[in-house]
C-alpha cells in the first residue's frame, strides 16, 4: 500500500535519482541497481607500513560514497540497514580473510571526534560502525579509549599528505584503562580512508600505550 507521504515526496534513489519501488529499495536508500552495483573488496591494503588496513569498497563507487554522506551528514538511523546489509555481503565474500583480520578477543576501536565536533553533530559516524561490527563479529568495543584533545581542522581541501599529519599531529591520546592493554588485537574503525593520517596518529598513541598489535576497518578507502 503506497502511503500518501510517498506520493507527496516519493522516495528517490541516492546515487542515480530514480524512484523507489518496493519496500526493499527504500530500505537500501538506493535502487537494486545502484545497490548490487557496489562491489566489495577481498583483500587487506597496506597503504602504509604501519597500517594493515581492511575497506568494505570503494570511495570512487558514487553509490557508496552517497551512502556514506547521507549516514554521515542527514539520517543515521536510516542508513543503517543498508550499511548493515553491505557489511554481510562484505563478510559473505570474505569469510576466511575476516576471521584472519579479527579474530577473537579483537577489541573494536572507534577513531574519536573532538568533543565541539561531536555536539555538532550529534553522534561519532565511525562509533556507529563500530558498533555494527562488534554485533556482526560479537566483539567488544571500547568507545572511550582514544580522545580528541584539540579540533583539528577539517582535512579536505589540504594539499599534500604533510600538511594533513601536521593538522593531525599529536591530537589523539590514550586514556588509560585499567589492565589495559589486556586485548592483544586492536581494531581501529573509521567511515573513510585517505591518506591516513588520522590513523597513523591513533595508532602512534595506541602503542605508546602498549599496543602492539593493530589493524584498520573503514567502509570505504579512496
Not at 90 to 103: E, I, K, M, Q
Not at 177 to 201: A, C, F
Request: hydrophobic letters at 40%; one cysteine or more; aromatic letters at 8%.
Amino acid at each position: 500500500m503506497v502511503s500518501l507521504l510517498d506520493i507527496l515526496f516519493p522516495p528517490i534513489c541516492l546515487n542515480c535519482r530514480t524512484y523507489l519501488n518496493g519496500l526493499e529499495e527504500k530500505e537500501n536508500l538506493l535502487c537494486d541497481i545502484c545497490f548490487t552495483g557496489i562491489k566489495v573488496y577481498s583483500n587487506i591494503f597496506r597503504p602504509d607500513p604501519q597500517i594493515n588496513l581492511m575497506a568494505l569498497g570503494s570511495y570512487e563507487t558514487s553509490a557508496l560514497r552517497e551512502l556514506l554522506h547521507y549516514f554521515k551528514y542527514n539520517g543515521f538511523l536510516r542508513a543503517r540497514v543498508p550499511l548493515e546489509k553491505l557489511m554481510m555481503r562484505w563478510l559473505s565474500t570474505n569469510s576466511s580473510l575476516v576471521s584472519h583480520f579479527l579474530p577473537p578477543r579483537s577489541l573494536l576501536v572507534p577513531i574519536p571526534l573532538h568533543r565541539s565536533r561531536l555536539r555538532a553533530r550529534g553522534f561519532n559516524q565511525a562509533e556507529l560502525i563500530a558498533e555494527i561490527l562488534g554485533q556482526l563479529f560479537q566483539l567488544p568495543l571500547e568507545t572511550g579509549l582514544l580522545e580528541r584533545t584539540r579540533d583539528t581542522k577539517p582535512q579536505i581541501g589540504m594539499k599534500n599528505a604533510k600538511e594533513r599529519e601536521e593538522n593531525v599531529k599529536n591530537s589523539i591520546t590514550v586514556r588509560e584503562r585499567p589492565g589495559w592493554p589486556q586485548h592483544q588485537n586492536v581494531i581501529l574503525v573509521d567511515d573513510v580512508y585517505t591518506s591516513g593520517s588520522t590513523m597513523k596518529e591513533a595508532i602512534r598513541a595506541l602503542r605508546r600505550s602498549g599496543a602492539k598489535n593493530i589493524s584498520a576497518f573503514v567502509i570505504a578507502k579512496t
